[in-house]
Every structure is written in C-alpha cells, then in structure tokens.
C-alpha cells in the first residue's frame, strides 16, 4: 500500500528587497567572510536541497517582511515556502530541514523574543496574509498568531544562528564571528 501522506513540494524564498535605512547599505552584497550575505543564504538553501529564488521587489513596497512573503506566496509554483532573510548568515542546515519537516501549514522560530525568521508557509495561506495587510498590519508576529502557527523552538545556544544583522553594530559583531 503505497503512503498517502506525500511530501509537499518545497522552495525557499530568500527576502532581499528590504530598505537598509539602519544599516545604510544594501545588506545582501556585503561580504562576510569569502561570500555576501546573499550567497550565504543560497548556499544554505542548496545544502538542504531546496530549489532557491530571491525576492527583492516587493509587489507591495514599504510593507517590511510581510510585502516579500506575499509576493513570494503569490508567484510561487511550490506548495510550501521556507522564508529566510538574507541577513541571517549564521543559520545552521539543520535547522532548516527541522523547520521543513515540522509538521503544520505554517511554522516559524521561536525565541524568547518571540517568532521570526526563518519560518515556512504552505501557499494556501496567501489569503491570511493579504487580509492583514490591508488592515495595515505589517507584524510577522501577528501574521504567526493570526496562522495560530506552530513554533520551532530554539535553546538559547541554537537561537544564536538567529543574529541577524540591521545595524553597523551587528554588521561590526558578525565580522567577529567569522575571523
């Protein structure tokens, strides 16, 4: 009796269009270690084995994360996203295969801080997010409680794959982390 539970077609989105106001600077060419922040997330994507693509215009600019991940969910072939952000260089293969596997139609991290990158969501979605954008609501944490999302939580010595880098102070700790 062959399985009836099959796989869902998978990609990854890497969200790269955001403005870089704190930062001053277009966060996915600069270079950590031997590779941009861009490449470091493809590379990861190619290690778990996902296909990859770069969302970098968002069909609704000025909308933080939540204009990549509806641009990503509308344009998308797969049924299921894993989203990561282009300025999480740190993010272990691990990881994203557990975050693959977790069960549920929408998965995100969870920190103490709450939930975030990187996170999944199955394209039937779509709708949910679009009804909180125009109620202007940006959050990814209210997009991850509307979903009543399922968490993948981290230890605190796991959540540290989560740095990501907004400020020249992050950018200044990451390049102390790869020398």
Partial sequence: MADK?????????ILA??????????????????RTLLTHARVLAEKVGLP?????????????????VITALRSTNADSI????????????????????????AV???TIKGAGFPFRLNKNLLHVAEKQLSNGEYSLQAL????????????????RQLFNINTPADWAAAQKRVA
Avoid: W, Y
């Fill in 144 to 159: 991850a409680k509307k979903l009543r999302a399922r968490r993948l939580r981290l230890s605190v010595a796991k959540a």
């Fill in 82 to 105: 894993v989203f990561l952000s282009c300025d999480m260089p740190f993010l272990s293969t691990k990881l994203v295969k557990d975050l693959n596997d977790h069960p549920g139609q």
């Fill in 5 to 13: 539970k099959q796989k869902l077609k998978t990609e990854v989105c």
């Fill in 108 to 110: 995100f991290t969870q």
């Fill in 17 to 34: 269009g955001g403005g870089s106001q704190r930062l001053g600077q277009d966060k996915s060419r600069l270079k950590l270690g031997d």
């Fill in 52 to 68: 990859s693509r770069v969302i970098r215009k968002d069909d609704m600019p000025n909308c933080g994360p939540l204009g990549g």
